[in-house]
């Protein structure tokens, strides 16, 4: 089946720095999706592509569709501490389709030290 | 527009008992997904619904189950609860002809 990896598995940075992960898929994704979890809440959609070398911004997170359609980059710009919690990236292979299922990466735990 | 929401947001249950977890999509949102999330697991999926017929299924055991309403409200059930189904549930639902979700802020269920 699909397989989602997400990098780093977690990062500790210092207020102000910039901050990029990464999600790499075992096959072809017709739809990437960046979420930001908080503790005990459900994942809020941050940034949606679905073109490949698709680049949008969202405030201080930009995402890109890369261009093979088998990752997907999410950079944080200038952090603050409330930028800490979860990321996740999610895939589909589809797009809109009745047969959907989307795979999810592992998460990147980030905590910004103020 | 709202955004998708659950009820109850926490529950308490013993091994044995049975809970439902209810959740209304975006309003024209047809298709409902669940999923369990645990620390050790990450996010599983359990199944989709859209226009009141499952359409997906994830590998859960058959004491997980669902159904969609015709105004696409979904609920969630879990009968015999064992210690493990201690998670947060969470629903989301769809946008029309993408695969964008949004997810609503989840049930933490607690098996004791």
């Known amino acids: 089946g699909q397989q989602l990896n997400q990098s780093p598995q977690s990062m500790f940075i210092q207020e102000g720095e910039d901050v990029s992960m990464n999600c790499t898929s075992s096959s072809i994704f017709n739809t990437w999706l960046w979420y930001k979890q908080d503790p005990g809440e459900g994942p809020v959609l941050l940034i949606a592509?679905?073109?490949?070398?698709e680049l949008t911004s969202n405030g201080r997170l930009t995402a890109q569709f890369g261009i093979t359609r088998k990752d997907s980059f999410l950079n944080i710009s200038a952090s603050i501490p409330s930028d800490v919690g979860i990321y996740f990236c999610?895939?589909?292979?589809?797009?809109?389709?009745?047969?959907?299922?989307?795979?999810f990466g592992k998460g990147t735990l980030l905590t910004v030290n103020p | 527009k709202a955004g998708v929401t659950q009820t109850p947001r926490y529950l308490i249950k013993t091994r044995g008992q049975q809970v439902t977890l209810s959740c209304s999509p975006i309003?024209?949102?047809?298709?409902v997904s669940w999923y369990q999330q645990t620390p050790g697991q990450g996010l599983q999926f359990l199944f989709e619904?859209?226009?009141?017929?499952?359409?997906n299924k994830g590998n859960f055991p058959g004491r997980f189950s669902g159904r969609q309403f015709s105004n696409s409200r979904s609920e969630m059930n879990v009968s015999t609860l064992e210690l493990g189904d201690s998670a947060l549930y969470l629903c989301?639902?769809?946008?029309?002809?993408?695969?964008?979700?949004?997810f609503g802020p989840g049930t933490r269920l607690t098996v004791l």
């Open positions: 989301a639902s769809r946008e029309p002809y993408t695969d964008t979700q949004y």
């Open positions: 999610a895939g589909s292979p589809n797009s809109g389709g009745s047969n959907y299922k989307l795979t």
């Open positions: 619904y859209f226009s009141e017929t499952q359409r």
């Open positions: 592509l679905y073109k490949a070398g």
């Open positions: 309003s024209g949102h047809r298709s």
